[in-house]
């Protein structure tokens, strides 16, 4: 992990060069898989590894797709599947509809037919509490992904920013850009126990913040106000949670003058809410 300087703030705008970002659609399929491995790689995230022959034509085209993945209700060993019907999916009847939520394919080894996924433990919801007590030889449900957005990679520097929950697609992006990349990341995480090394072959200059030291609801967008922005054209992606991810996208275009075309920012979840998946756009 390299960390290095960066230069003078500075505003971006799209260049002339062209850096379109493209959206790809899959082909929806859900699929039952089988738990395999279950690491710990911090105390607050828990990697589990899922299995099966049918991952063979599983797609993943973006560091930022997200697939539903469907939980067994209580005392139950695997969730009712739905199967894809004309106006969406389709459940079988007699069987109580499972909890699903929406995560990041952390890693896929078509291979091996195996996929990652990075649970948040101790955060509110299902799936934390289905994470805290998984272990080898249980099922889960995923179902997509539908489509990707698909950002490319040789764009002059790269701006990551996020919480907990944005860590598996950070993550991913700094392992798959290429060697020679420039890449910033701000991150915000319950603790320095949370903090993570990233594998990669880019330049990273990483900003972490701690929520058990007080940095308080502005954590991410102070964070910012410290950090040059390098000359040229760059893309910001930003994920966690949704008043946090407006108050960075609003500083990023008022403050900082990036063109909204290069900012896409999501909402993973929301303070009070369950089952948040949004893109944040004006």
Do not use: C
């Amino acid at each position: 992990m390299t960390q290095t300087p960066t230069p003078t703030q500075t505003q971006t705008t799209p260049s002339s060069v062209a850096r379109a970002v493209t959206r790809v659609r899959h082909a929806i399929k859900f699929r039952l898989l089988q738990v395999t491995r279950v690491h710990a790689v911090t105390p607050h995230l828990l990697r589990v590894t899922l299995s099966s022959p049918d991952l063979a034509d599983f797609e993943s085209s973006s560091f930022d797709d997200h697939i539903k993945v469907f939980f067994p209700p209580p005392g139950a060993e695997r969730p009712a599947m739905p199967e894809m019907g004309p106006n969406g999916p389709v459940f079988p009847e007699g069987e109580p509809k499972p909890v699903a939520r929406d995560f990041t394919p952390r890693r896929f080894d078509r291979a091996a037919r195996e996929l990652d996924l990075e649970f948040v433990l101790n955060h509110p919801g299902p799936a934390s509490q289905w994470a805290a007590q998984a272990r080898v030889g249980q099922w889960l449900g995923v179902g997509g992904p539908r489509g990707s957005f698909v950002i490319p990679d040789d764009f002059d520097w790269h701006l990551l920013i996020g919480d907990d929950t944005a860590l598996p697609a950070i993550a991913r992006r700094l392992e798959e850009l290429p060697a020679g990349s420039r890449a910033a990341v701000v991150l915000e995480v319950a603790d320095r126990s949370a903090r993570i090394a990233f594998g990669t072959r880019a330049h990273v200059h990483e900003i972490w913040r701690f929520r058990d030291a007080a940095d308080g609801g502005d954590a991410l967008p102070d964070a910012l106000r410290d950090l040059p922005l390098p000359p040229g054209d760059g893309y910001v992606w930003a994920a966690g949670e949704a008043l946090a991810m407006r108050a960075v996208r609003h500083h990023l275009t008022t403050e900082r003058g990036i063109d909204k075309s290069r900012i896409r920012a999501s909402a993973y979840w929301r303070r009070g809410a369950s089952a948040v998946h949004e893109t944040l756009d004006d």
